[in-house]
C-alpha cells in the first residue's frame, strides 16, 4: 500500500469536508460538462486515461472518468491525495519510481499505471478539494509541455466553475424562499402595526391608497382619490400648506427624498378629526445624468392617541418589539474577543432559551447546534471569521428548551477592527421549521399533483424543477428536463411562437397565460399541451412557473369531429361508390396519419380490396378468409400487429403483400350479409386507441347512409326508366286498340261501349303488371317492397308490424308510391340520413264509425263516439314514425312529393292522411276504410 502523505490530515481536512459537503455533488449521476472535461484532458495530454477526482475522508469518488473502470477507490490507492498540498499542476513522469507511488496498487499491480499529472480543484475560499489528472501506463521522462499544464490547469478551473453553478443554483433557490419568507413576514408586521401605505406615481399623476390609509382620511373603498381633491382636501386648515410643503420638498429629485410630517384629517363633515402620522420615500430614476422623480412611496398610522412624544416612542419601540416576536428573529451580537454573546428575548419566545440564564459564549451555542451539524457550522463561521470574508449564512438544526430541534436559517455580519482584525458578528437566527414543513407538504403536494409542473429560469430557460407527472407527460427523467433549455421540448415549427415567449420573459415582463403548444417527447412523438404559464417577481428576480396539461386526446377529437363535418359535407354530393371511396380515404388518411386507408366493396367472389389497386385505378381484391369470416360476424377488427394475430395466419400473405402490419376495420353490414369494409391500416405494428376505433366507426355509418342514398337514386332512376316504358307500351296499346276498334265503324253507340270495355281490360293488365302477380298485394310486402333499398342492415332501423292483409292493385299502387316518397324525405332529411336513425310502420284494423270528410289543421280526428247515425265498419290505421334523425322543422312549401304523400293513396282508397312535424321525428297518420283497401276495380 501506498502511504497518505502527512499534510493531508493537517491541511484542514474538516474544512475541505465542509466545503466539499455544501456542494452536494458526492454520487451523482455523470454530467455531459464533467465529461467534456475529462475528454479534453485526455485529447490535450495524449492519455489514455482522464478523471475528474473528489477526495472525502476514506475514499476519491470520480465525478468524470475516461479509461477508468472503478467508481471509487480507497485513498491508500489514490494517487491525486499528492496533488492537494500544491496549487499547480503536479506531475510524476514515471510512478514507479518515484518513492510517493511506486507501492500503490495502481502502479504495482494492474493497471500498471507509470505517468500522472494533476491539477487541483480549488474553491473560491481557497481549499483544494479534488483534481482534474490525466495518466499513462508508459512513463514521460518529458512530463507535459508547458501548453498542456497550462491548458489542465484551465480545465480544472473550469470544472470548478461548474461545481460554483451548481451551487449558486441551489443558493438562488434558497434565497428565493427566504424573499418570500421576508415579505410575508413584512405584511404581516405592516397589519400587525396597524399602518396604512400609500403610493402617489408622479409621473401617472395617480394616487393609490389601501384599505387602511382610507378608513384614516374617511374614504370609502369604492371611491376614487387624488392628491387635491381628496389628501388635501381631506387634510385640517391648519395642517394643510404645511403638510403640501412637506410634500413638495420630497418630490425633489436633488433632496434626500424623504416625507416625514405629523397632521391631522377631517371628515366630509368636519365633525371628526384624526392624527395620522406619514412617512414616504422617493424613488427616483436616472436617464442621462438626469435625475427624475416617479413615486412617493410610504405609510400612514393613526397617532391620535400618542400625541406625547415619549407615549409614542414607546409604543412604537413595543410594536417593533412584537414584531421581532412576531417573526421569531433570535438577535445576537458576539463579541468575538471577549468570546461574549448578548441575546435579545426572542431567543426565549422563539426556541425557549431566557437570555439572561444561558452561558453567553459561543461555546453554549455550538454546544446547542446538532451533533451532526456542529462540525460543519463551526468550520464554516471559523472560515468567515478567520479569513476576510464579511458576510455569514448557515442552516442547521438548533436545540430547544423542550430538547426538540428547530430549523434556522442564522445570518451574521462582521466587524473588523484595522488591519481586518475580527472584532465582533452581529446577526439573527430564523426559525425555518414550520417553513420548511410547509415547503415539505408544497413539493409532496407538487409531486402528486395531475398536472406536469415545471420551475423556469426566466432568463435562460433552464429548468430548475420538474414534478414526476412532467416527465410522464414527456416521457423522459427528471434528469432529461432539469438543467436543461425547455426549448429543446418545443418541435422546429412552433420555434419563433416560442423564442418570443422567451423573449418576453427574459425581459424581465410579468406574463400570465394560457396557451395552447405543441411539444415533442423524448420518444419523438408530437403532443398538444395547454399551459397555464405565470411569472411573478420575487424582490428583484423573476420567477416562472408552467403548468401543463396533456390535450392529445382533446385535439384528436376536435379534428375528428371536423374531419366529420367535412366528410357529411363531401359524401351528401357524391356521385358514386368511387367517389365516396376516394373521400373516405381521404378524411380518414389525414386524420390516422396513414396513406392506406378508405372502403372497399366485398366482391361476388367473396375477396376485399385493401391496399391492392390494378392499372386504371381497379381494384384486385384478395380473399382474405380469416378477416371475412370475423366481419361476417358484425366484428369491428382492431389488430394491433396482424404477424401476431394467430387467427389470421391464413391471411399473413395478403397483408404482407399490401405492407400491412396493423389493421383497424368496421364492416358494412346489409340485411346480415357484409357488403363492404371501411378499414385503415399502417405499415408498422399499432395499438389503435378507442378514439381511432370510434372515429372509423363514424365515417363507416356515413359511408353506408350515402352508399344507400347513391342505390336509391339508381333504383328510382331505373324505376323511373320502367316507368316510362311501359307507360309508352300502354299508350301505344291504347292508341291500337282505339285505331282498330274505331276502323270501319258505323254504330257509334257499339263502337263507344266496345272501346270503353277495352281500355278497362288494358287497365287491369296494367294493374296486373304492377302488382307483379294475380290482382292483389299483401300490405306487409308492398312496404317492405318500398323500402327495400333504405334497408341498410342495421338491426332495429327499419320495423314494420302489423296484421296480415291483402290490398288490391290500386292500393298497392298508391300506397307503395306514398311510401317510397316518405322514404325519399327521410333518406334525404330524416331518419334515414343519419347512422342511428329509426322508421317504424305499423297498422291496425278496428270497428269505427266513418265519415269521409278529412279534419282540417289542429281539428281532432273522427272516432265512434262521432256521426252516431252511422254503422261502424272496419277502418285501417297506418301509422309511419321517424326517430332518431335530425332535428325536424316544418316546411316551409309543399311540393309535389308532399302533395302525392297528402293526397293520392287518400284519393285512391277514400281516407284521410295527416302529416305531423315534431321536432324529434316525422309523423304520417293513414286512416282508411278497408273495403277501400280490398278494392279490385
Not at 472525502?56 to 465525478?63: G, V
Not at 291500337?736 to 254504330?747: F, G, P
Request: negative net charge.
Amino acid at each position: 500500500m501506498s502511504r497518505l502523505p502527512d499534510d493531508l490530515a493537517t491541511s484542514g481536512e474538516a474544512e475541505r469536508l465542509a466545503v466539499l459537503a455544501r456542494y452536494g455533488i458526492l454520487d451523482t449521476p455523470p454530467e455531459d460538462a464533467f465529461d467534456d472535461a475529462v475528454a479534453l484532458a485526455a485529447q490535450l495530454c495524449a492519455a489514455p486515461i482522464a478523471l475528474i477526482g473528489l477526495l472525502t475522508s476514506d475514499r476519491q469518488w470520480f465525478k468524470a472518468r475516461l479509461g477508468f473502470a472503478p467508481a471509487e477507490i480507497g485513498l491508500d490507492r489514490s494517487l491525486c491525495v499528492h496533488t492537494l498540498a500544491g496549487r499547480d499542476v503536479l506531475t510524476i513522469a514515471d510512478l514507479a519510481a518515484d518513492p510517493r507511488t511506486r507501492t500503490n496498487p495502481l502502479v504495482a499491480d494492474e493497471p500498471r499505471m507509470r505517468f500522472y499529472a494533476g491539477a487541483p480543484l480549488v474553491t473560491p475560499e481557497d481549499v483544494a478539494i479534488g483534481t482534474l489528472c490525466v495518466l499513462d501506463t508508459t512513463p514521460r521522462p518529458e512530463g507535459l509541455s508547458a501548453a498542456q499544464a497550462e491548458g489542465l490547469k484551465a480545465l480544472a478551473r473550469t470544472a470548478m466553475t461548474q461545481l460554483e453553478l451548481r451551487r449558486g443554483i441551489a443558493d438562488r433557490r434558497t434565497e428565493a424562499a427566504i424573499l418570500a419568507d421576508s415579505e410575508l413576514r413584512l405584511r404581516l408586521a405592516v397589519e400587525a402595526a396597524g399602518v396604512g401605505i400609500f403610493d402617489y406615481d408622479l409621473v401617472a399623476g395617480t394616487l393609490a391608497w389601501d384599505g387602511r390609509t382610507r378608513a384614516l382620511f374617511g374614504v370609502g373603498p369604492d371611491e376614487a382619490v387624488s392628491y387635491a381633491g381628496t389628501f388635501l382636501a381631506r387634510l385640517h386648515p391648519e395642517d394643510r400648506a404645511r403638510t403640501d410643503a412637506a410634500v413638495r420638498a420630497a418630490l425633489d429629485p436633488d433632496g434626500p427624498g424623504l416625507f416625514d410630517a405629523t397632521y391631522r384629517t377631517i371628515t366630509r363633515a368636519g365633525t371628526a378629526i384624526t392624527w395620522v402620522a406619514a412617512r414616504g420615500t422617493l424613488v427616483v430614476e436616472q436617464h442621462g445624468g438626469v435625475r427624475r422623480a416617479r413615486r412617493l412611496v410610504g405609510t400612514v398610522r393613526d397617532v391620535t392617541a400618542e400625541r406625547a412624544a415619549q407615549a409614542a416612542i414607546a409604543a412604537t419601540e413595543e410594536r417593533y418589539r412584537l414584531v421581532t416576536r412576531a417573526t421569531n428573529d433570535a438577535i445576537w451580537d458576539w463579541d468575538l474577543v471577549a468570546d461574549h454573546v448578548l441575546w435579545n428575548e426572542a431567543l426565549q419566545a422563539a426556541y425557549g432559551w431566557a437570555p439572561e440564564t444561558v452561558e453567553p459564549t459561543g461555546r453554549w451555542w455550538l454546544d446547542h447546534v446538532h451533533p451532526e451539524d456542529r462540525a460543519r457550522v463551526e468550520a464554516d463561521i471559523r472560515r468567515v471569521i478567520d479569513g476576510n470574508g464579511q458576510d455569514w449564512r448557515h442552516e442547521y438544526r438548533f436545540r430547544r428548551a423542550d430538547g426538540a430541534y428547530a430549523d434556522v436559517l442564522d445570518r451574521g455580519s462582521m466587524a473588523r477592527g484595522p488591519g481586518g482584525t475580527p472584532l465582533r458578528m452581529i446577526g439573527a437566527m430564523l426559525d425555518l421549521t414550520e417553513r420548511n414543513r410547509a415547503a415539505a407538504q408544497l413539493r409532496a403536494v407538487v409531486e402528486s399533483a395531475n398536472i406536469g409542473i415545471v420551475q423556469i429560469d426566466p432568463r435562460t430557460m433552464v429548468a430548475l424543477e420538474a414534478n414526476p407527472k412532467l416527465c410522464a407527460i414527456w416521457g423522459a427523467e427528471e434528469s432529461d428536463i432539469v438543467g436543461y433549455s425547455i426549448a429543446k421540448w418545443t418541435p422546429e415549427a412552433d420555434a419563433a411562437e416560442r423564442d418570443d415567449l422567451h423573449r418576453r420573459l427574459a425581459a424581465g415582463e410579468i406574463v400570465r397565460e394560457t396557451l395552447e403548444k405543441r411539444y415533442r417527447r423524448k420518444d419523438g412523438r408530437l403532443i398538444w399541451g395547454r399551459v397555464n404559464l405565470v411569472s411573478q417577481l420575487r424582490g428583484e428576480a423573476i420567477r416562472a412557473t408552467a403548468m401543463i396539461e396533456d390535450i392529445t386526446a382533446e385535439k384528436a377529437a376536435e379534428a375528428r369531429q371536423t374531419a366529420l363535418i367535412e366528410l357529411g359535407d363531401g359524401l351528401r354530393d357524391a356521385a358514386g361508390p368511387a367517389e365516396i371511396r376516394g373521400i373516405a380515404a381521404r378524411i380518414l388518411g389525414r386524420i390516422l396519419g396513414l396513406s392506406q386507408a378508405g372502403y372497399t366493396a366485398v366482391d361476388a367472389a367473396g375477396g376485399l380490396a385493401i391496399g391492392r389497386e390494378m392499372p386504371g385505378g381497379r381494384a384486385d381484391p384478395a380473399p382474405y378468409p380469416a378477416t371475412l369470416a370475423r366481419l361476417r360476424r358484425g366484428t369491428i377488427l382492431a389488430v394491433a400487429d396482424l404477424a401476431a394475430d394467430p387467427g389470421l395466419a391464413p391471411d399473413a400473405g395478403g397483408y404482407a403483400a399490401v405492407g400491412a402490419r396493423a389493421l383497424v376495420g368496421v364492416p358494412l353490414m346489409r340485411r346480415g350479409d357484409l357488403v363492404g369494409l371501411v378499414y385503415a391500416h399502417a405499415a408498422e405494428p399499432r395499438a389503435w386507441d378507442a378514439g381511432e376505433i370510434d372515429f372509423v366507426r363514424e365515417v363507416a355509418g356515413r359511408v353506408s347512409v350515402s352508399l344507400a342514398r347513391i342505390q336509391a337514386e339508381e333504383q328510382q332512376r331505373f324505376l323511373n326508366r320502367e316507368l316510362s316504358h311501359r307507360l309508352k307500351n300502354t299508350l301505344t296499346m291504347a292508341q291500337a286498340i282505339a285505331s282498330q276498334t274505331l276502323r270501319n265503324a258505323t254504330d257509334i253507340a257499339a263502337v263507344k261501349e266496345a272501346l270503353v270495355a277495352r281500355l278497362v281490360a288494358l287497365g287491369k293488365a296494367h294493374d296486373i303488371l304492377l302488382s307483379g302477380e294475380g290482382e292483389g298485394a299483401a300490405l306487409e310486402a308492398v312496404i317492405a317492397g318500398a323500402l327495400a333499398i333504405h334497408d341498410d342492415g342495421e338491426p332495429g332501423r327499419i320495423h314494420l308490424s302489423g296484421p296480415a292483409l291483402e290490398v288490391g292493385p290500386k292500393a298497392a299502387l298508391s300506397l307503395a308510391l306514398m311510401i317510397h316518397e316518405l322514404a325519399t324525405n327521410a333518406a334525404k332529411y330524416g331518419a334515414f340520413s343519419v347512422p342511428g336513425g329509426r322508421v317504424g310502420i305499423a297498422w291496425t284494423v278496428s270497428q269505427l264509425r266513418w265519415r269521409d270528410d278529412a279534419p282540417d289543421e289542429g281539428q281532432e280526428e273522427p272516432d265512434e263516439e262521432q256521426d252516431e247515425g252511422q254503422e261502424a265498419e272496419p277502418v285501417v290505421t297506418l301509422t309511419w314514425a321517424e326517430s332518431g334523425g335530425p332535428p325536424v322543422t316544418v316546411p316551409t312549401r309543399k311540393g309535389f312529393g308532399s302533395r302525392l304523400i297528402e293526397r293520392g293513396f287518400s284519393g285512391a282508397v277514400g281516407g284521410q292522411t295527416r302529416m305531423t312535424y315534431a321536432r324529434e321525428g316525422v309523423t304520417c297518420r293513414i286512416r282508411a276504410p278497408l273495403k277501400g283497401l280490398l278494392e279490385k276495380e
